[in-house]
């Protein structure tokens, strides 16, 4: 069992930076892939990023975050990150931390999530 507490989001101008933060409870949160995933009114979650359980290798989606969001993970910490540079208003959602249901794939659909954070608003204006 592992649960997930999401914070970090909040309102920000396009081109500013944020990072959010998911702390995990338990002691086997090293042995997670992780990631990150946004939701907008009348859509369906979306995958952002995600770390494999040392944080040596990482998977973001399409063009539209790579090389803008970076994802990592303290597992002294028990902690994932995602920072967010450049945000753009198109970048406004909630964001949800995920912890995958398989620990050797990346969680990149929803089907593949075993655990779930609250949620994070965060919300990009023009």
């Known amino acids: 069992q592992v649960q997930l507490v999401e914070s970090g989001g909040g309102l920000v101008q396009a081109g500013g930076s944020l990072r959010l933060s998911c702390a995990a409870s338990?002691?086997?949160?090293?042995?997670?892939?992780m990631g990150w995933f946004r939701q907008t009114p009348g859509k369906e979650r979306e995958f952002v990023a995600a770390i494999n359980w040392s944080g040596g290798s990482t998977y973001y989606t399409d063009s539209s975050v790579k090389g803008r969001f970076t994802i990592a993970r303290d597992n002294a910490k028990n902690t994932v990150y995602l920072q967010m540079n450049s945000l753009k208003p198109e970048d406004t959602a909630v964001y949800y931390c995920?912890?995958?249901?398989?620990?050797?794939?990346?969680?990149?659909?929803?089907?593949?999530?075993?655990?779930w954070g609250q949620g994070t608003q965060v919300t990009v204006s023009s």
């Open positions: 995920a912890a995958g249901r398989d620990r050797l794939i990346f969680p990149t659909t929803p089907r593949s999530v075993g655990y």
């Open positions: 338990g002691r086997t949160f090293s042995s997670y892939t």
